[in-house]
């Protein structure tokens, strides 16, 4: 599997964050590092918790990583949930998070199929 | 040449890391985790950074608050602010510019726009600098060039009044010490740092008015007489009218108002019987009383062709047994109070005084 069908099978766009960070091997790198990022985990806890201040800069945080990974499908569903907790939407916050966790699992999973390949 | 200084604050490790990845060739990277780290780092060493690239939503401490900490402090004199903003935020944009931002990078991070952006940034920064720093030392060329104008002017007049070379420059020093020390007491005479700077400068032309007094009498060895005591006393007079004499737009010139009262008055007693107008107390304005005490100080102090010098202690007490004239009484406690350090310049030579009090 190449890093381009990698990002293809989670809705990401490979070609823009390419064309930004100029290297693949940068991008892999910081695709890698995506793997050991916590704040998905801590906007999890956070909302369990309910410290919504702590969930939206969790969720604000995966979001701006999104956007500089092009990780496009998850960025779409971390402004989903950015917005509706800084509007105070608990509750649309709360039904957001089974689209986002999915989105956010599949690249999890993808990125270590394609981890597995590349060391296989 | 040594590499600028980027400090990152954004509370995103990622966001961190890719920005060092694009950035750590050209720059030297140090990184803060919030706002408050940030802060922290920037009290201790900001003067080592050109430039802060801000995260806005940060824990603890906001990237707003750091901005508004920053520009309490003035700090960004020092150095650019550059935002790093969420795309969906434009009126925290807004904010973060009238807080004194200088610019902002938005997400997605495009390491080449990214790169040109900071360079761009941190280039204005320097050329500004270059500039301030270029106009500052035109300015300090300047006051030099003046300084030493009157400096000519003023030794023309003491060359001829056979006069020791120093006895404008202790005058200067004398003045200004008494000024200096007058304001800790008072602030009846509202007098400015910059004031008392111009004092000092307008009293080195205090006896210009003596060019248009005789040799004869001006350097006589033996003592005067009435009538030639009254012509010297005329150089006061003398020396305000040329100054009046100036073109009408330069006599609004604070140097050449002051000047021109300490031409004229320097001779006044605070009794109201010195010359020319017997004006007193504070009728006389400060500037001409400052001088008129320096004038004395120095004169009793110095070897004239008509005298010898007397001690610094001898003078002191002279000046304030009221030997020598009657002066502001506030004034002659500032004397006293200065006395010391004046001994200790005298026996240094007098001129290093200028060293000790503009520390």
């Known amino acids: 599997m190449t890093l381009k069908e990698c990002y293809a099978s989670f809705g990401g766009d490979f070609d823009s964050v390419l064309l930004r960070l100029n290297r693949e091997q940068l991008v892999e790198k910081f695709v890698y590092k995506f793997l050991d990022d916590k704040s998905f985990c801590l906007f999890t806890t956070s909302m369990e918790n309910r410290d919504y201040d702590e969930a939206l800069r969790a969720v604000h945080t995966l979001k701006g990583i999104c956007q500089n990974l092009s990780f496009t499908k998850l960025y779409e569903s971390s402004s989903v949930t950015t917005l509706a907790l800084k509007e105070n939407d608990y509750q649309k916050a709360a039904e957001s998070i089974p689209q986002l966790s999915e989105d956010y699992h599949r690249i999890i999973n993808a990125i270590k199929v394609y981890q597995g390949c590349g060391e296989g | ?359």
């Open chain 2, 1 to 359: 040449m040594e590499k600028q200084k980027i400090l990152i604050v954004d509370d995103s490790e990622m966001n961190r890391a890719l920005l060092i990845e694009i950035l750590e060739n050209q720059y030297d990277i140090e990184e803060a985790e919030n706002g408050a780290a940030a802060i922290e780092i920037l009290s201790r060493q900001r003067n080592e950074f050109s430039l802060v690239l801000l995260d806005i939503m940060m824990p603890e401490m906001d990237g707003l608050e750091v901005l508004s900490h920053i520009n309490k402090y003035r700090w960004n004199e020092r150095f650019a602010v550059i935002m790093i903003s969420a795309d969906d935020s434009p009126e925290k944009m807004q904010r973060a510019y009238k807080m004194g931002a200088f610019d902002y990078i938005s997400r997605p991070f495009d390491s080449v726009i990214v790169r040109r952006r900071i360079s761009n940034t941190m280039l204005l920064y320097e050329r500004q600098h270059q500039l301030e720093e270029t106009i500052a030392e035109q300015f300090r060329e300047q006051e030099k060039n003046n300084k030493l104008m009157i400096a000519i002017l003023s030794h023309i007049v003491e060359f001829r009044n056979g006069e020791s070379g120093a006895h404008v420059l202790h005058v200067n020093t004398i003045t200004e010490l008494l000024l200096r020390q007058l304001i800790l007491h008072t602030d009846r005479y509202s007098l400015s740092k910059s004031d008392i700077s111009l004092i000092s400068l307008a009293s080195s032309l205090h006896d210009i008015g003596k060019i248009a007094i005789s040799d004869e009498i001006l350097n006589k060895p033996d003592r005067l007489t009435a009538e030639e005591f009254e012509i010297i006393k005329t150089h006061s007079a003398i020396g305000a009218e040329m100054l009046s004499e100036l073109p009408a737009e330069q006599q609004d010139m604070p140097l050449l108002k002051t000047a021109t009262e300490i031409c004229r008055w320097h001779h006044e007693r605070y009794d109201g019987r010195g010359y020319p107008d017997g004006l007193k107390e504070d009728e006389i304005p400060i500037s001409a009383q400052a001088v008129s005490i320096a004038d004395v100080y120095d004169a009793l102090t110095s070897e004239r062709c008509y005298k010898k010098a007397y001690t610094h202690n001898e003078a002191i007490k002279m000046i304030i047994e009221g030997q020598c004239g009657a002066f502001n009484p506030l004034l002659l406690q500032c004397l006293e109070e200065i006395a010391d350090l004046l001994k200790n310049a005298q026996n240094h030579n007098g001129i290093k005084i200028k060293g000790e009090i503009s520390s």
